[in-house]
């Protein structure tokens, strides 16, 4: 029974995983599981002091916790289901190496938020089998597909089938790609050496919950006529069950029931009960220390000169919460850059700062910002991205760009290229006539920081022409297009600047391709 | 999926085959660039865009003049621009369908609707409108491509500025090759018609922006690919603003075809009053530089003009 729970709660997850793209036409939101973890939801709440509907999506699992602790666990969590099914040879025999860390972890973390600082993302169990699956199972899939089409291709070729033949998969590349594959690897087999390792002793999660299950009142209960064999404390997978059968920790138990099942005697069940909990033995010290370390990692990451002045070019989404509310939400789950198609979106690893990695950014020599998408913004669980409307996220200016005209074919070579121009939505950049020849202008009123210009460049290695956040719009709320508007910006497309050669001017502003008479 | 007969099979082997051997011979440059002229004769029809495309091609002999039966047809028309019709910088869906529909009709076995465009490329094929409007059509298939491996290097032996390029291998593969495309202003060559479309069949088109003349350049490629037909859609034009628009669209009406692609090109130039000024064929420098590499006239006067509207 709890398998299949468990299976099911794994395959949801990996459905609205893969499903991601067509996020409007699902009942649920494709976010569900990140949305309705509550630990996410607290942190950005404690971090950025916002409110977010995802506070709300958290409920459910606050209240299975205040009946019946981490039942969430045992029953739910994806990446709890993933550890069971790859562990090894359970070692009965051994205790878990940092018993109760996670507890010291969730104050850590906590005290990290209530100063500005939001690190769930990087250690929350839903929050981190959502990057891999981003970073490792999305890449590998789109691989593997593109491997097997190239093994039929000439076959397809020879037989004359002609659609297959021409069969193109988009190979999603990502920046952080091989620090993704490293942890997770490390904790699959750090897992198969001992089961569950992560859920017992790191999980802040899980410790979340586990503190809630105090006041619980869906209890463990061991009957008098229990001869104390001991087989249920070696059948408890998290090893809640102390040194004696009738004594455990509510705060570890994921309420898995093996307990029950192997009780040869059936001593044990599962009942409304409200015994005083068995408290965590934590010490005092270590959760003085942990506050601290969460303190001081908040003071020292968050007042970073980077957090002041960045010298590093950071492009964030389309419809990025000003930047300070946007760290302190983003809890790096990597959704919108799974789900962007031209995959610009990048992880940080240090651009914006220590605190921003993993956190998204445009890589606009990669590619450009789609004009005809605004998907990244539907699937953030916490609204570090707002959710906007084309037009709106049209608006959302991401930056400005630059011409390097010492790079630049056209200002530095005198060659016929145009490739930036023709790429342009907007019009934004436009020849005019200077010094004897028709030059690349960038009209800033005009750019709304798309990137398409700078991809297409076809100078090497770095673009002539670059997008910096420069003029960027980062708005908590309201509308863009207002904003745009207040500061007359034009992000409309028509001709712009180009009409000037219409106005019936001197031959000469004719195209270089054109002999003037 | 229709089953496959042996008769099918080994037809399908034959023209595979077929097609596989024979690039070399059409793509030799050293033929091509030394073909000799016959007087070139060229169509341009005005009126509604679906009858002038079947009025110019019947006028220049229709299509099963140039598509025999259970030839493989590859149509190359604008589809580079995620954009819609309205805005000029694609070629018409309509008129890339009533094309589609007449090499089928003439007894094609297949036709293939090909373009390497820009970002991003699926979308090019949506909102061009080119997929919906040719998906009814049997035998026939849109795609957008943007992988390397779809490309395969040509060499040229005479090109003083290309020795290489790299085109699209349906190109190579096929037996008739149509241009579709439309009639548009451009920033650095003046004017983006047939002869500057096949720039949408290479791969890599920042070199002809960065290494070498572009208009010298454009004038080799159209010497390269073995066209057999054009049709340039001058229903609608970008008078400027091109080859991306947005710019202002004028409605001449008019569909050019024709088997010399300087002449067609040259036709196409006089459609408008490109940026509001116009210029003579001769003064666009890849299309006489066409003509000098013996592709085709750009002189009007010397080629025969079948007019009709429709």
Redesign the interface.
């Known amino acids: 029974m709890r398998r299949w729970v468990q299976l099911a709660g794994l395959c949801l997850f990996g459905l609205l995983f893969a499903l991601s793209p067509l996020a409007e036409k699902l009942l649920l939101p494709p976010d569900l599981f990140l949305k309705a973890d509550p630990l996410l939801s607290l942190s950005a709440f404690l971090a950025s002091r916002r409110f977010h509907e995802s506070l709300l999506y958290g409920l459910p699992i606050l209240l299975t916790a205040l009946v019946a602790g981490r039942f969430f666990c045992g029953w739910l969590c994806p990446l709890g289901t993933l550890f069971e099914l790859a562990a090894g040879k359970s070692s009965k025999k051994k205790k878990p190496p940092f018993p109760q860390w996670n507890l010291y972890l969730l104050v850590l973390l906590a005290a990290a938020a209530l100063l500005g600082l939001n690190l769930s993302g990087l250690v929350d169990p839903i929050a981190f089998l959502t990057r891999a699956c981003t970073f490792i199972l999305y890449p590998l899939a789109m691989l593997l597909t593109a491997t097997g089409i190239e093994i039929v291709r000439p076959v397809a070729?020879?037989?004359?089938l002609?659609?297959l033949s021409?069969a193109?998969v988009f190979q999603p590349v990502f920046s952080l790609i091989l620090l993704t594959v490293i942890v997770s690897v490390a904790l699959f087999v750090l897992n198969y050496r001992r089961p569950r390792f992560w859920c017992r002793s790191f999980c802040p999660l899980g410790a979340l919950l586990g503190l809630i299950s105090r006041i619980g009142f869906f209890r463990r209960r061991v009957k008098s006529h229990c001869h104390s064999c001991m087989k249920c404390v070696h059948s408890c997978p998290t090893r809640a069950i102390l040194d004696e059968p009738w004594q455990y920790r509510p705060g570890e138990c994921i309420y898995c029931t093996a307990c029950a099942t192997d009780c040869p005697v059936h001593a044990v069940s599962f009942s409304l009960a409200r015994d005083p909990a068995a408290r965590p033995d934590l010490k005092r010290r270590r959760l003085m220390l942990s506050a601290a370390a969460g303190t001081l990692a908040a003071f020292a990451i968050r007042k970073d000169g980077i957090a002041k002045v960045n010298p590093n070019r950071l492009i964030r989404p389309p419809g990025a919460i000003p930047e300070t509310e946007f760290q302190a939400s983003c809890v790096r789950c990597g959704q919108c850059m799974k789900l962007c198609?031209?995959n610009t979106l990048q992880p940080c690893l240090l651009e914006s700062g220590i605190g921003g990695i993993w956190s998204p950014r445009l890589d606009t020599r990669l590619?450009?910002c789609?004009?005809?998408?605004a998907l990244c913004g539907t699937v953030c669980p916490t609204g570090a991205i707002r959710t906007l409307p084309l037009e709106e996220k049209k608006h959302a200016k991401l930056g400005t760009a630059a011409i390097d005209t010492g790079r630049c074919?056209v200002w530095a070579q005198d060659?016929?290229?145009?490739?930036c121009?023709?790429?342009?939505?907007y019009?934004a950049i436009v020849?005019r006539w200077k010094d004897g020849s028709?030059k690349p202008f960038i009209l800033d009123t005009k750019c709304n920081g798309c990137g398409?210009c700078e991809?297409?460049c076809?100078?090497q290695g770095r673009s002539a022409i670059e997008v910096s956040q420069h003029g960027e719009i980062r708005l908590l709320e309201g509308s863009y297009i207002e904003k745009a508007k207040e500061l007359k910006l034009e992000l409309k497309?028509?001709?712009?600047d180009?009409?000037f050669?219409?106005?019936?001017g001197p031959?000469e502003?004719?195209?270089?391709?054109?002999?003037?008479? | 999926m229709k089953q496959i007969t042996r008769r099918d099979f080994l037809q399908k082997t034959a023209v595979f085959t077929a097609a596989a051997t024979l690039p070399p011979a059409l793509f030799d440059p050293l033929k091509s660039w030394a073909e000799p002229l016959a007087k070139a004769t060229i169509a341009a029809v005005t009126g509604n865009r679906v009858d002038a495309v079947k009025k110019a091609v019947s006028l220049i002999g229709g299509m099963e003049k140039f598509v025999k039966k259970g030839s493989r047809v590859c149509l190359k028309p604008n589809m580079s621009f995620p954009h819609e019709p309205d805005r000029a910088t694609n070629t018409h869906p309509e008129v890339v369908a009533t094309v589609a529909r007449l090499c089928i009709d003439a007894g094609a076995a297949e036709v293939i609707i090909i373009d390497y465009p820009f970002n991003p490329p699926e979308k090019c094929l949506e909102l061009s409108g080119i997929a919906a409007a040719c998906a009814g059509i049997k035998n026939t298939h849109a795609f957008v491509i943007y992988d390397e491996k779809f490309f395969q290097p040509v060499a040229i032996k005479n090109g003083k500025e290309l020795k290489e390029v790299k085109l699209i291998k349906d190109v190579l593969h096929s037996d008739v090759i149509i241009c579709l495309p439309t009639a548009k202003s451009h920033s650095t060559t003046g004017v983006s018609l047939g002869m500057k479309g096949l720039m949408g069949l290479i791969w890599d088109r920042k070199y002809f922006h960065a290494s070498v003349d572009i208009n010298k350049a454009i004038a080799e490629l159209a010497a390269t690919v073995k066209v057999n037909l054009v049709i340039l859609d001058g229903s609608r034009a970008l008078l400027n603003g091109g080859p991306s628009g947005p710019g202002l669209v004028e409605y001449p009406k008019t569909i050019v075809a024709g088997t010399d692609q300087v002449a067609v090109d040259a036709y196409g130039v006089t459609l408008a009053k490109w940026y509001g000024q116009g210029f003579t064929p001769a003064q666009v420098k890849h299309i006489a530089a066409a003509q000098q590499l013996g592709l085709g006239t750009c002189n009007l006067d010397e080629v025969t003009i079948l007019k009709a509207q429709v």
């Open positions: 070729d020879y037989l004359h002609v659609t021409h193109q198609p031209t590619a450009g789609d004009q005809t998408c074919l060659r016929l290229c145009l490739i121009d023709e790429q342009c939505p019009n020849f028709r398409f991809q297409v076809p100078v497309e028509n001709a712009g180009d009409a050669i219409m106005q019936g031959s502003k004719l195209p270089e391709g054109v002999i003037s008479k």
